[in-house]
């Protein structure tokens, strides 16, 4: 049996909130795997897959699934998925998925298939589409909210897709900005900066922040992680320099490659910061002065001993 792992499991009262749309889920123990599902698909294609396993870790008691496929977008700058109920037509994929069977009964210690039919139509636009599968122990509830529609699952788990449709695709892209490092006592600096994906298609960025002190040595270099960035959204990049000893001013160059697979492109930018242990220089410095202070006292009293001890003899 394949290695089941254990996704983001959706946490008691957990709840997505993005804008408008929210998401609530009740604990589950139940298991999906693959967590996610990246394709291709031309226009007019059709893709099957039987890879998706669920299971029951109870050894107890049976569940019920209903599975369900929801367009989601991206909101905010850290990735965090949004449920709309209205799908977003230039990145939708919901419409073109079926699956079956359309309820799996999980009897305790039980691992039964899911499986996807996704046929692209024949004016697909090329580039990006994703949904989200989820699988819930109830039928998943639509409500009104504070922010919007609430969607509510019971014991439920999601694994993202993400297709791409062949064409005239766009993997257009930018740093906006290497964010503002405030003064550093001591390190390590946490770097983070802004990439914007301006294309149709989700990518994975990568890169590495180099660092140069005053002098224009290069002192550090540290590596951004491959993070996917969806398109027409901006996301936030983070590295960390684990130098703690920080003296001076310092400029550190982000590199990132970005693009279609083979055809890669790159952009850069810069960030000037300072660090300097004013803490620890400031205690020295007390201490030093406490020592003068202190030497000068000692000074002061033997030299007035030594005159008192010459006045008396001479008496």
């Excluded at 999980?106 to 039964?112: A, F, G, Y």
């Excluded at 791409?164 to 900005?177: M, Y």
């Excluded at 590199?255 to 850069?268: A, F, M, N, R, S």
Aim: glycine share 8%.
């Amino acid at each position: 049996m394949r290695k089941l792992i254990l996704p983001t499991l959706l946490t008691l009262i957990a709840t997505l909130t993005i804008g408008r749309a929210r998401v609530a889920y009740a604990a589950s123990a139940i298991q999906i795997a693959p967590t996610s599902l990246e394709f291709e698909i031309a226009p007019g294609e059709t893709y099957v897959n039987q890879d998706f396993n669920l299971f029951n870790p109870s050894r107890t008691e049976a569940q019920v699934m209903t599975p369900k496929v929801l367009d989601f977008s991206v909101e905010g700058e850290t990735g965090t998925y949004n449920f709309a109920v209205r799908p977003n037509r230039m990145f939708s994929l919901s419409e073109w998925v079926t699956f079956s069977p359309s309820e799996i009964t999980l009897e305790p210690l039980e691992v039964q298939t899911l499986t996807l039919t996704i046929t692209a139509p024949e004016d697909a636009e090329p580039g990006g589409h994703y949904a989200m599968l989820l699988t819930s122990s109830q039928p998943l509830e639509l409500g009104d909210g504070d922010g919007g529609v609430v969607l509510r699952a019971v014991g439920g788990v999601g694994a993202p897709l993400f297709a791409t449709v062949p064409g005239e695709i766009s993997w257009e892209g930018k740093i906006l900005e290497v964010m503002p490092v405030p003064f550093k006592n001591f390190g390590p600096v946490d770097f983070k900066l802004r990439f914007q994906n301006l294309g149709t298609v989700h990518y994975k960025p990568y890169g590495k922040i180099e660092v140069f002190d005053f002098l224009n040595n290069k002192v550090g270099e540290v590596e951004i992680p491959p993070t996917r960035v969806f398109p027409q959204t901006i996301r936030q990049m983070e590295a960390n320099w684990g130098r703690l000893l920080l003296i001076g001013k310092y400029r550190a160059k982000a590199t990132l490659t970005y693009g279609k697979p083979g055809e890669e492109k790159t952009d850069t930018a810069e960030i000037a910061f300072w660090g300097f242990p004013y803490k620890g220089a400031l205690v020295i410095l007390v201490t030093l002065v406490l020592v003068i202070v202190v030497s000068n006292l000692r000074k002061r009293e033997a030299t007035y001993g030594s005159t008192k001890s010459q006045i008396t003899r001479s008496k």
